[in-house]
């Protein structure tokens, strides 16, 4: 049951990173169009969970932490990233973790 609901979600995301993959992407415009079906589908399959694929950290959650810490501090990126809370939080909580800490980038 784990694994069918692991592969369903594994599915889903593959098909709205290739749905994202075929836009145009040549300017920071149309990526930050791409980004709002990224991360309504990031959120969605968190569901009510404390990390993005269950209750313990994993390696999803170490791979997307840099890209939506960077994502949500660029001025155009606060946005999309203000209509979902729920990975805010996330974000924040990761942000906290001394591998993060360690290996954080430099403030821009």
Do not use: Y
């Amino acid at each position: 049951m784990l694994r069918d609901v692991q592969t369903d979600r594994a599915d889903r995301s593959r098909h709205v990173i290739r749905q994202v993959g075929r836009q145009e992407l040549n300017d920071f415009g149309a990526v930050l169009n791409g980004s709002e079906p990224c991360l309504s589908e990031i959120d969605r399959l968190m569901e009510d969970h404390r990390f993005l694929a269950g209750e313990h950290v994993s390696l999803a959650d170490l791979m997307v932490i840099p890209l939506l810490h960077f994502f949500g501090n660029v001025p155009d990126g606060r946005a999309p990233m203000a209509e979902h809370p729920k990975l805010q939080n996330w974000v924040k909580q990761m942000e906290t973790r001394q591998s993060f800490q360690v290996t954080k980038p430099p403030a821009f």
